[in-house]
């Protein structure tokens, strides 16, 4: 079993900066895959980015590219979403999850973070 914590929630302005952390309690085959979701209110939770521990390897969804980015401390068993140019639409709650592949859907992803929420006002 994983368990996920994320950290670094809050409010922001709309341009500003947050950065996201997700400690994971293991670093194994199971959770090799990191990803970070969101979900608004009266939406569907949707994929944001997702990075492998071994490689480093990344993918971002379409709309936070070029403002986000994902990165690992494998020392640290630790993810980061490092958000950057900050919209009222980036208002979420964000989770972390872990699985043995990257991917962008919810199905990839086997463990998941109670989620932290992020506020960006205009």
């Known amino acids: 079993q994983v368990q996920l914590v994320e950290s670094g929630g809050g409010l922001a302005q709309a341009g500003g900066s947050l950065k996201l952390s997700c400690a994971a309690s293991i670093r194994s085959s199971i959770n090799n895959a990191m990803g970070w979701f969101r979900q608004a209110p009266g939406k569907e939770r949707e994929f944001v980015a997702a990075i492998y521990w071994s490689g480093g390897s990344t993918t971002y969804a379409d709309s936070v590219k070029g403002r986000f980015t994902i990165s690992r401390d494998n020392a640290k068993n630790t993810v980061y979403l490092q958000m950057n140019s900050l919209k009222p639409d980036d208002t979420a709650v964000y989770y972390c999850?872990?699985?043995?592949?990257?991917?962008?859907?919810?199905?990839?992803?086997?463990?998941w973070g109670q989620g932290t929420q992020v506020t960006v006002s205009s």
């Open positions: 999850a872990g699985g043995p592949v990257v991917g962008t859907g919810r199905s990839n992803y086997v463990f």
